[in-house]
């Protein structure tokens, strides 16, 4: 029985994503990184129900999962629809996968009405959104996008793996990785559900909204060496303490994040401290930047301004540091003909119109400057995302898939 006709499309795609929540490296969380077993048995789920909504579904040479269910006229460009299926640690269900798995629901309908587009619709399940088990993030749909950096496959992850290693573990060919390049003539643009992680749908009680921009981000690994010592014996003022060094830098990230502007915002996710034992000075620490604002150059001056207060502060201490960018990606907006074009389907299923931005970054920005791309955001309580408790209710979820499928069938390429 077709994933409409069973109760609905939004109990469909929730009864979806409890089934893909449970792929995950932790029993007691959800957990589930870029090529990771967990990553390759939702990647197999994930196929399964493309093949099931009528697509013919491929494994691509970076693990995206690919489905394609063909236009009236084989061949044709197609419209890409997608989002990811890595996540965070220790994350919610629906960061990724609600947009995944509301495509392939849309695809599913189209094929049960029997219809074929003018256009091929593409679903793309991208492996790396995250970024959470390698430094560099957005990988898999710039890959797509034609953006594959072959320096990628050296990365690695905190246990020494390379990507390239990890990808032929995968059973994928890390040589092949750059031929999944898209042609911009195949393609006539990426479209994006996702839920919003923010508080504003919940606020102006909406069940979506219509993206205008995502926010540009960069993101740096920080290393700070002084020089590990006895706790007991070396004197305080003859210390060259790492991780205290590191904790006035993170004060200094606080501090040039609140005062830099509208919609900055600047985060330290992770910190360590070598070699991490009770009675030992930190020799070394480690640290992560996220620096993230609507306007490329207050996010720029803002990544130079943290980075010279920490070279004062590394100085004054007597300690050394180095700063290694690992990902930058620059505001994107989203097409206008598209934004209309969902704004169109909103209206159509009796919703207040609402444009907003996306603080949060997508795989939508790997597309920027390669084809137009748009999304719609679905509500998610109280705006928790990268957290257990993000939630969206059914209702929202059926919406969302509904006004998709709306879009989807009223596309109209090139506006
Ligand atoms: O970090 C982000 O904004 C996205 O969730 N990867
Ligand atoms: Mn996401
Ligand atoms: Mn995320």
């Not at 620059?330 to 207040?352: E, K, L, S, Y």
């Amino acid at each position: 029985m077709s994933i409409a006709a069973q109760a609905g499309l939004g109990t469909a795609v929730m009864d979806r994503l409890a089934t893909l929540a449970g792929f995950s490296e932790d029993p007691n969380n959800l957990t589930r990184r870029y090529l990771s077993a967990e990553h390759k048995q939702a990647a197999g789920q994930v196929k399964a129900w493309m093949e099931e909504a009528g697509m013919t579904a491929t494994l691509d040479a970076v693990g995206n999962v690919v489905g394609r269910y063909e236009a009236r006229r084989p061949g044709a460009p197609a419209l890409l629809i997608g989002s990811h299926i890595d996540t965070v640690v220790d994350a919610g269900w629906y960061d990724g996968n609600l947009g995944v798995v509301a495509a392939i629901a849309c695809v599913g309908e189209l094929a049960r009405q029997g219809r074929r587009l003018p256009f091929a619709v593409e679903v793309i399940a991208f492996g790396d959104e995250e970024g959470s088990r390698f430094p560099a993030t957005l990988t898999c749909s710039g890959a797509v996008a034609g953006r594959f950096d072959p320096n990628s496959l050296e990365s690695r992850d905190e246990a020494g793996v390379s990507v390239g290693e990890a990808l032929v573990d995968f059973g994928c060919d890390p040589a092949a990785a750059a031929a999944i390049g898209r042609a911009p003539g195949d393609v006539h643009g990426y479209v994006e559900l996702h839920i919003e992680q923010g508080p504003v749908l919940e606020a102006e009680d909406l069940p979506v909204g219509v993206v205008t921009a995502i926010n540009g981000a960069s993101r740096l690994a920080v290393r700070v060496t002084g020089m590990a010592g006895h706790a007991g014996t070396v004197p305080m003022a003859l210390r060259r303490d790492a991780l205290v060094g590191a904790a006035e830098m993170i004060a200094a990230v606080e501090e040039v994040g609140r005062g830099g502007g509208d919609g900055l915002v600047a985060t330290v996710g992770r910190i360590e401290a070598l070699p991490g034992t009770v009675n030992v000075v930190p020799g070394e620490a480690h640290f992560t930047l996220d620096v993230r604002a609507p306007d490329d150059d207050v996010r720029r001056t803002a990544v130079a301004a943290i980075q010279s207060r920490c070279g004062d502060i590394a100085a004054r201490r007597g300690l050394e540091l180095s700063v290694e960018r690992t990902h930058e990606a620059v505001a994107t907006g989203c097409a206008p003909w598209i934004m209309d074009q969902f704004d169109a389907a909103v209206a159509r299923h009796g919703i207040r119109l609402l444009r907003l931005p996306s603080g949060a970054g997508h795989d939508a920005m790997a597309f920027n400057g390669f084809c137009p791309i748009g999304m719609l955001f679905v509500r998610c309580a109280g705006g928790i995302s990268h957290n257990p408790a993000e939630s969206i209710t059914v209702e929202d979820a059926d919406v969302g898939t509904r006004v998709l499928l709306d879009f989807v069938e009223r596309f109209e390429p090139d506006g």
